[in-house]
């Protein structure tokens, strides 16, 4: 997520820019991406730790309602076998 992420450890300034731009292309590609066209009743979930998500403002003057959660329980580990942690959040679950 280029809003969290700021250059790469053991690259120069312009190799890390570089790959940088082309992972975030790659990852905006139409096939790793979906655009959700709301109807009535839907509901959307998605993991934080594992989605970089964009919200488009084009539901004009229709209400919608929207929840966050936090769950509790065991905390999730992704593939590089790291824990999920979330970092000064003031909504995160108390165990």
Known sequence: NPGFTSH???CSRIESEYLLRLLYAHQLQPEFTLRHHWQL????MWDN???MHYATDDY???DRRMRRITLRGT???GPSGAESRVANDPLIAVR
């Open 49 to 51: 730790q594992a989605t």
């Open 8 to 10: 790469l450890v053991g």
């Open 75 to 77: 905390r999730p580990v």
């Open 41 to 44: 009743g839907d509901v959307l």
């Open 60 to 62: 004009e003057n229709v």
